[in-house]
Structures are given as structure tokens and as C-alpha cells.
DNA sequence: GGAGAAATTAACCCGTTGGATAAATACTGT
DNA sequence: ACAGTATTTATCCAACGGGTTAATTTCTCC
């Protein structure tokens, strides 16, 4: 991962000439060597925390001194910041790409969740960061004007796609779009950030790929049949993909 | 609210004689000592996460010396973990309290939603503190023997209810009680425990009286439309007692 | 009323950690 | 090829933070 970075470096001029001279100490590449260490703060923010993570460990996994952490970003508030902004920025260019303007309603709703859910998915540390900026009650987000100019395109979305799945007869409610956004998030994240003292308590692997398959679906049925009303039917459509005998076996 | 516990100690003998004798450097009271030290560490570890609570300052809370710590409970982790079983002792005791039995399986839903939003409110260090533990992946909550004993009633609860609600026709689906119960979790947790990050995004205060009424009403009508079906009517009846203009207003 | 145990205080220890300083090395333009 | 600048390294340090040691005060029981 750190690797494929570092690739990405493009060196202009002089490269022939540097590429001779092999008795190099170090390399020089100031973009590549500041993305690798905020990749690593990355990590290391994620893992354990603001007060949890350490200076020295950022610039070993980045494979540099310590002193390029203060050179490149700043010091560890900048730098933790620096994290959280990318972070949002990475998520809000991802939201943009996803367009549910041609499709159904229902089938809208459907593949907002399920992006939502597959985004938290593959990048954890995005929760884990969240998180911590939240026990830190936002403290450094409120600093940050990048952003907040960054609006989430969902509600928006949300809203056409309501407003068309009303006037089509597909949903029953005109629900708020920020109250409903709130809640698809919410019933993605908190199963999964919450998995591992869930998981204990429950006394079973909230991560493995079954309990994953029949939480997608859950969700899935949940939202529609409230939205449509249909509970019975949606909540059998979003059960088919796999695990079929979960949920009546409970009952 | 340290007060009331330091009163909670019933020193039993040799009262009359202590208090005459007014030379005293300080007061004798173990039981006290240790309930000061446990309420001034969950403030601390809730307020700011393990690694950034300071053992000084829990001290300083508790109006203890720092040694006290280690002689009434053990090292920061120790602490820590007792801080965290305390929490969920306390929830499942109240969880305990609400029998949902005598009350039609609509209304057990809907009680059952107030409840854990209530609880969330009321005792807001336990949502920090669940975010810390999953952080470190429930590296501390794994080795708590007592936790994994402690089992919440709800699931059972919800089960009993659905299964009343199927038979007598008001619910649609026989859904899964275990992720009923992490959705109605999930839906309450994440509007309040990233209130600050999200609060900054939408530009208004989530945590004011208004916005709050407004998503309890929400989450209501979310849940018992997808079991029963009824999405317009009941988001309705759970919006009506405020704010009734939000929904229409947006689509 | 005094001896031994329990509870509490004061002071210290030492590894860690964020951050700083200054010197060395690579690159650029001329 | 040389001067000036940008990038990187090696080293240091003062403050902090968890944990410990030893002495002091209170309580209990005989």
C-alpha cells in the first residue's frame, strides 16, 4: 500500500543523471514522502486514538525521521487533522459517484445502503477516526473550514429520490431526508464499530461473512418495508440473496 | 452527585467517639474512597478515551491521593475495566425494570425505542465509553469474566413481542430480535454518540430539544412502519406530539 | 490504653513522548 | 561547478505520566 504511494512519485528533470549516481543516502521526494506519512498517521490515528497515537511510530511505519512529521504537516494536531480532512474528502468524492438519478426508487434506496454499508466496510479506519473525533466532541472538525464546505451530496439524493418514489406511489411517507441519511449511516455504523464489544456479548463473530450477508439484509428490509410498507415481501427480497433460515428459525 | 455517594458509607461502630475527637487530618472511609475513585474514573476515561485520562486528574476528581488508586482498585486498567463493568452492570439493571409483557406489541416496540434513547441520554459517559472500548477492539471488555455473564434481556424481550405481534396481526414479519435489537441500538447510539461530527456537518445543534423530539419521532415511525406496515399512519402518531411541520416540509 | 492492622499521604523514580536544534545531504538554476 | 535552497538525518531535552516506596494517621480489638 505504502509502496504503490511512493510509485506515484514523478521526479521531473535530472532523472538519468541521479539514477547513475548510486551512492545515494537517502532519496528525495517531498509529495510521496508526505503522502506516506499521513497514510501511516492513518493507521496509526485509527488504531489507537488521538492521545494513543505516537509521533515516533507514524514516522517509523512511514519510513522516515521523525522530524519530517513537523516538516511536511506539522505538529500531531495538524497532523490528526490533516487525517480527518482526507478522510471526509475520500468519502465525499466516493458519495458523488454514486448516482441513483435513473434509478427506481426502491432500487435507489437499495444501493445507497449498500454502498454506505460496503464503504465502512472497506475502509475501517474511517470509523475508527470518526469515532475519535466524536469522544473528542469534534473539537478539531469545528477548526477545520475544508470541511465543513464539504456537503455530503445524500440529502439531496435522498430528498429527489423520496420526493419521485412518493409521487410514484412506491413510498407511503414523505420521511426527512436528513433524519433518513442519519439512519441508514447509523444502522451501518454502529453494527460495525460497535462488532467487537457486540461480538463478545453476543458471543459470536459479527464480522464473518454470513452474519455481514444477513445484516445487509436486515437493513435493507428494514428501510423499504417502512418506506413502502410492504414488510413482508421486502423483507423476504432482501433475505433471498443467502442465509434464508435465519430469520424465521428466531421466531 | 459525588456527595450522595459519600454519604451512601454507614461507618457502624465508634461514630460518637471519631466525631468528638475534631483533630482529625483526614476521614477513614474505604467504601466511600472507592465509589468517589470509580465515578471520578468514569468521568475521566468517558471524557477523554483510555490513553488520554490521566491518573492524576481521576485522583484530583475523587479528592484522593493518587496511591489510592492502586490500593483500592489496581493499575489505570484495572480501573478502567471496573469503570466499564460498572456501566453495563448498571444498564442491564434498568434494562431489567421495563417489562414489556402486558402491553400490546406496538406499543412494547415503541417503549422499548424511548427506553434505550432515554437511557443514551440520561448517561451519556456510556456511550463514550462503549466508543473507547471498541476502539481497542474490546481488548479489555474480552477479558472481563463478569460482562460475558451478564446477558441482555431485550433480546429475549423482543422476541416474546414479535412473536405476539405475528400471532395477533399488528406485526407483518417475524424479524430477527438480535438485529431488531442492534438496529433500534444502532438507530439511537449513532445519532447521539456522533452528534458532534455531524453536528458540524449539518451546521445545527442535533443535541436541542427540538432535534431530538424530532428523531425519537422518526426512529418510531421507522421501526413499527417496516413491522407493520402502516409506514404513513404511524409516522404520523409518532410525530404528532411535536414539531409537526419538519417532514412535510422537506419533500 | 496500647498493639497491630487498615487507610491515607507525601515524595520520589524512571521510561516515554512530543517537540526542538543543528548539521548533513541532495537538488536547482545559473 | 558553485551558490543557495529544499529535504532529510542524527541527537538531544524538558516535561509528563504511570507506578512505587516509605512514612503517617486512623481504626479496631483486646
Redesign the interface.
Known sequence: MINAIQTTTQRAPGLAKAAAKRTLKWQRDPEGMRLRILEAAKQEFSA?????ARVDRIAAKAGANKRMLYYHVGNKDDLYLAVLEGAYDKIRSEERGLDLEHLDPPEAIKRLIEFTWGYFLRNPEFL?L?????????KH??RSTK??SM??PFVEMI?TV??RG?ESGD?????????LY??I???C???L???????????RDLLAKDAKD??LA??V???L????????VL?EIAKAPKSRA???Q??
Chains 1, 2 share one sequence.
Open positions: 489507537h486514538g488521538l492521545a494513543g475508527s470518526l469515532q475519535t473525533e466524536n469522544l473528542a466532541r469534534a472538525l469545528k470541511v465543513k456537503h455530503s430528498g423520496v420526493r412518493v413510498f407511503q411517507v414523505a420521511v426527512d431526508p436528513v433524519q442519519i439512519s449511516a447509523g444502522l455504523f454502529f453494527y464499530s460497535n462488532s467487537a464489544t457486540l461480538g463478545v456479548i453476543f458471543g444477513e445484516r436486515h437493513m428490509g428494514l428501510v418495508a417502512a418506506l413502502t410498507g410492504q414488510s413482508a423483507f435465519a430469520v424465521a428466531t421466531v
